[in-house]
């Protein structure tokens, strides 16, 4: 029954029989309408607590129910047997200047001091250096033969970059967009600002699209690389170029990270992300990786905990059922971490999980036979059939129990999004995969990226090849995070 079929009043009914299949169809279309308004609701009540929406998005309502952080009742600081941590004293052979000071000659009681060797105390202050840019001019001269007339002229040596800007100048470009999210306009007014270099916004643009090619290389070696590891972390999140959708794939491990840009989010893009991967792949309960092998796919438990919490806001039976399986779904995290500090033996730790696992399969049970919510029905009937996927772990200690990996390297990407209009080209989504990539992965391999990417960009400019590689461990001997 729709709202056509209410148009023109009432209808008559004739017979008792026409009378009870209307009180039928009525009752069918109530019970239709409030199972949507309390999927409405439910929608609207969502917050970052309750489903995969960001912090950022809560409502002032939301936030004010936020669970405050529990106090430890330590007052605010270092505490009592907190080892100090001051900045080192840098050595006199690396200090720019030294200004050596001494008391007066003589004591007040008359006599002479006996100067130490050794300073008593010492205070270094340290400042930035007053920079500007460097210019390097290359004359070509011509030459005439006396003899046939030919004018010759000098060519530029291989070393000499063909444009306007060295491979420094292509870093600074480089790292300021990629990891520090300045605009194109941005970083045309830092140059300014700090070194008194002009340049105009097209240039800047079109020095992005010059490293791409420089980029390539180190860029399939982190794809070639995350593909090669025994775990990895899988996530994805939207960005537009000019009107369109366009999505950024993450994959990662605890030293690479690699993404990629693709035009869908369905799973010919997840195949195309994970490649020849064959090891245990950490995701969300995203539908795009399902034709990844059901054995070796880790479902996260922190995504699995906040549509938890939404079924324990519900009412009835199906609260009931959400607020025990709430509890525990936190008893695994505990235990895990436990597991994790080492104040658990592995014996108890997999008897206490095997428990959980029991009892939380039980409840998911019984919310299948819940008959006050459709929706916590279909989400426990869900649980049940991907059940094996949330106990991967188990199988494994290098598998974590969470994306939260994955995420986290996105959040840099996602503030970028926010911050600038993002990409308007092909070009532009070229260029941010490959900075994000190589950025994150130096990031992590603790590497400083202007000198990286100046030692590949002065590679490229000469024309040559991309010798310089990234310096990743074995995989197999790979130590994953443990952040959960």
């Not at 399939?220 to 369109?244: F, I, K, L, N, S």
């Not at 840009?261 to 969300?284: E, M, P, Q, W, Y």
């Not at 310089?468 to 001997?477: A, F, Q």
Request: with cysteine; proline share 5%.
């Amino acid at each position: 029954m729709n709202r056509q079929d209410l148009q023109g009043g009432p209808p008559d009914c004739q017979t008792l029989e026409e009378s009870q299949q209307l009180v039928r169809q009525l009752w069918t279309a109530l019970d239709e309408a409030l199972a949507r308004v309390e999927e409405l609701e439910e929608r609207v009540e969502q917050s970052s607590k309750t489903s995969s929406k960001s912090p950022s998005t809560d409502t002032p309502k939301s936030r004010a129910e936020r669970s405050p952080k529990r106090r430890s009742g330590k007052s605010q600081g270092a505490q009592p047997g907190h080892p100090k941590h001051e900045r080192a004293l840098v050595e006199e052979s690396k200090l720019t200047s030294c200004e050596r000071y001494y008391p007066d000659g003589r004591c007040v009681c008359g006599e002479d001091l006996e100067m130490e060797s050794e300073p008593s105390f010492r205070h270094q202050v340290f400042e930035l250096p007053q920079v500007s840019y460097e210019v390097h001019e290359h004359q070509l001269f011509s030459g005439r033969c006396p003899c046939c007339d030919r004018r010759v002229t000098a060519q530029l040596p291989e070393w000499v970059p063909s444009g306007q800007m060295g491979p420094r100048l292509l870093s600074w470009i480089a790292v300021l967009n990629g990891q520090f999210h300045l605009t194109i306009r941005q970083m045309q007014r830092f140059f300014e600002v700090q070194w008194g270099l002009h340049f105009s916004t097209g240039a800047i643009s079109e020095a992005q699209g010059k490293v791409i090619p420089f980029l390539g290389p180190l860029y399939r070696q982190v794809g070639q690389y995350v593909r090669r590891c025994p775990v990895a972390h899988a996530d994805e999140t939207r960005h537009a170029r000019g009107g369109e959708q366009r999505w950024i794939w993450t994959l990662g491990v605890g030293v690479a990270v690699y993404f990629m840009t693709h035009f869908s989010r369905g799973k010919a893009a997840a195949k195309a992300l994970l490649g020849s991967f064959c090891g245990v792949l950490v995701t969300d309960h995203y539908v795009g990786y399902n034709d990844f092998a059901r054995e070796l796919r880790q479902l996260c438990w922190a995504h699995w905990l906040r549509h938890l919490e939404a079924m324990a806001r519900r009412k009835g039976q199906a609260g009931v059922i959400g607020r025990r399986l709430v509890v525990l779904a936190r008893a695994v995290f505990h235990t895990y971490r436990r597991i994790r500090d080492g104040t658990l033996d592995e014996e108890r730790y997999r008897r206490r999980m095997l428990r959980l696992r029991g009892a939380m399969r039980r409840q998911l049970e019984q919310g299948q036979r819940c008959t006050d919510s459709a929706r916590t029905v279909n989400q426990c009937r869900h649980a049940l059939k991907d059940e094996e996927m949330y106990w991967t772990f188990l199988r494994d200690g290098r598998i974590p129990l969470t994306n939260n990996y994955a995420e986290r390297q996105q959040r840099g990407y996602v503030i970028w999004r926010k911050i600038s209009f993002f990409s308007q080209s092909f070009r532009g989504e070229q260029f941010r995969p490959m900075i994000l990539t190589v950025l994150k992965t130096a990031e992590q391999l603790r590497l400083n990226p202007v000198e990286l990417l100046t030692e590949v960009f002065e590679q490229g400019l000469r024309g040559g090849p991309i010798k310089t590689r990234l310096p990743l461990p074995d995989p197999e001997t790979l130590q994953l995070p443990h952040e959960e």
